[in-house]
């Protein structure tokens, strides 16, 4: 089966992140031939476009700033690829959709997050155009990505596949990682928290950074390390760094390359979103055995058992956030083999790569 899948960008976010290990997964298979469609362009240092293996077909359209010429190229490309089905992700669609139709390709389209965060007005109104109209399929990642689906497209669209990841790894610069975070455990009691995500509003890090200042004072034993990119939005990427004042407890590392490192050396990761869809970085987090504290927001919520693979705050404030960080703290014995089974049984790339080829083959038969 020729498989594209088209990105506008890559990026160090979730869906592009699964975006790869999807191709990747599904090059595996002898019988498919994948394609990863990049509408910007691919810098020579960029962390994803290196993960991408050989035996998936990389293309760059490079496209520059809002030039519709990208639509053109688009249609081009697939006219000369002549796929038997389509997935785009994030803003993708918007440029592929008239193309898609002209070259009567299928399409699957993974909503990332909550409907109505995921794109502007506009452009959901045209993604609701090519869903009811066209051979166009969303596809929910959650339940409760699903419930908004359902209010923003149609109660008749019901395609659900629950994120999956690629389970981490230990990287060469592992026992590197273990050491620099060892040092940082001032004795055997100190926990160490991990946060992982671009520094958005939407991650709440100026909360989260708040609240842990305040346990500090309270004289808990914890640390912070923060990974993800200050670049996306720089605003609250400074803001975040202004309201900083426990550099000694809290480090804003920025970008990693070996995210699983720091994983599989941390005590427990933790979010505070205010808005999710099924968080990758979550999944990661349980493939190496960790728990998890999080804001009760998106498909977290199907993912996290109490007391077993982590605690969810009773909502995004943070009073409650810190309240679970608490429990945590009080019962920091959360099962790591239950958590790395539940990954295994229902979050793993290959498990959803395989949902999705079901799905594929539904949809190129209705063309």
């Known amino acids: 089966m020729k498989i594209v899948h088209i990105l506008p960008k890559f990026d160090t976010g979730g869906a592009e992140k699964f975006c790869v290990d999807m191709c990747n997964t599904l090059a595996k298979e002898e019988e498919n031939d994948v ?11 960029e962390i994803l476009a290196k ?23 688009i249609y081009h490309m697939l006219k000369e690829i002549n796929p038997d089905v389509t997935h785009t992700h994030l803003r993708a669609q918007a440029y592929a959709g008239f193309p898609l139709i002209a070259a009567g390709v299928p399409n699957i389209h993974t909503i990332h997050n909550l409907a109505q965060k995921e794109i502007g007005g506009k452009v959901r109104k045209f993604y609701n155009f090519l869903y009811n109209k066209f051979n166009f399929t969303p596809v929910a990642i959650s339940d409760e990505v699903l419930v908004s689906m359902h209010d923003e497209y149609g109660s008749k669209f019901n395609e659900k596949i629950d994120n999956g990841a690629k389970a981490v790894t230990k990287s060469p610069l592992f026992e590197k990682t273990k050491a620099y975070i060892d040092s940082l455990r001032d004795n055997h009691e100190t926990k160490i928290f991990l946060t992982v995500g671009r520094l958005t509003e939407q991650k709440n890090y100026i909360m989260m950074v708040s609240a842990f200042e305040e ?15 200050k670049t996306n ?6 803001k975040c760094e202004a ?47 960790k728990a998890t504290i999080s804001t009760p927001v998106g498909g977290v919520v199907d993912i996290i058992q109490e007391g077993v693979n982590g605690y969810l705050s009773d909502d995004i404030s943070k009073e409650s956030y810190k309240e679970a960080v608490k429990k945590f703290l009080n019962h920091p014995s959360c099962d790591a083999e239950k958590t790395r089974a539940i990954f295994d049984e229902s979050y793993s790339i290959e498990k959803t790569a395989k949902e999705y080829t079901g799905l594929y083959k539904k949809v190129s038969t209705k063309n």
């Open 233 to 238: 939005d720089k605003s609250y990427a400074a």
């Open 35 to 45: 394609y990863l469609i990049i509408l910007g362009t691919i810098d020579d240092d």
């Open 51 to 73: 993960q991408v293996e050989s035996s998936v077909t990389l293309i760059a359209l490079n496209k520059q700033g809002k030039s519709l010429k990208v639509i053109y190229d």
């Open 243 to 289: 309201n900083l004042t426990r550099s000694d407890k809290i480090f804003l590392l920025g970008e990693k390359t070996n995210i699983g490192d720091y994983l599989l050396n941390s005590d427990v990761f933790t979010l505070s979103s205010i808005y999710e869809g099924m968080p990758i970085s979550i999944l990661e987090a349980m493939s190496a055995g």
């Open 215 to 229: 346990l500090l004072e309270e004289g808990l034993e914890i640390k912070l390390l923060i990974i993800g990119s």
